[in-house]
């Protein structure tokens, strides 16, 4: 993404890495984190890969991956295969119909339930913290995350996310359509309580 340690302000330095603390709670005006993962999002290049154990977004968030794909990003969700969370898993499900036929390949990780929670862009920016990726962290919770742009940062997670892919299931478009009807119903009956999640 375009960033430059310029955006990050004049602080003092303390540390090799430009870190940036992201906080969001309903005391925000704003949606602070999704607005900055939205942005991240635009400005990605080459690739954009989001690790979370719930995934609930909302339109503008969707509406920025499906333009990534478009302009030639390789867009990554890895989500994992087990769940603790009944209603939001299915929820969570109910999105990856749009997700698949946009071009997002959706990762299932296996070995267990993964609470992994950052986003790669590209070679030099990280997002990682507190925050998922649902609507309930983006406006209702106290979340605190970090922005690092730092390509050492981007390496190291790299490498990470490639261990979650080597055990994790891609999930196809065909295999997804093949599932049960009243599975749909009630993924998509849940999805209408998206923002209660």
Request: hydrophobic content about 40%.
């Amino acid at each position: 993404p375009v960033v430059h340690p310029s955006h990050f302000g004049t602080g003092e330095l303390t540390g090799p890495v430009f870190a940036q603390l992201v906080p969001s709670s309903p005391a925000y005006r704003q949606q602070v984190t999704q607005t900055l993962l939205v942005w991240l999002i635009h400005q990605a290049r080459h690739r954009v890969v989001i690790t979370t154990p719930y995934f609930v977004p909302d339109e503008p968030f969707l509406a920025a991956l499906r333009t990534a794909v478009e302009r030639g990003v390789d867009v990554r969700l890895v989500v994992s295969k087990h769940s603790n969370q009944l209603l939001t898993n299915l929820a969570q499900k109910s999105y990856y119909t749009e997700l698949l036929e946009a071009g997002v390949k959706v990762y299932l990780y296996r070995p267990r339930f993964l609470h992994a929670k950052h986003v790669l862009f590209d070679e030099r920016t990280a997002f990682v913290g507190s925050s998922n990726i649902d609507i309930r962290s983006f406006a209702l919770n106290a979340e605190a995350s970090l922005l690092l742009h730092d390509p050492e940062i981007a390496r190291q997670l790299h490498a990470l996310n490639e261990r979650h892919l080597e055990n994790s299931d891609r999930l196809t478009a065909e295999d997804w359509a093949r599932r049960p009807l009243l599975t749909r119903v009630s993924q998509n009956v849940a999805r209408l309580a998206d923002s209660l999640l």
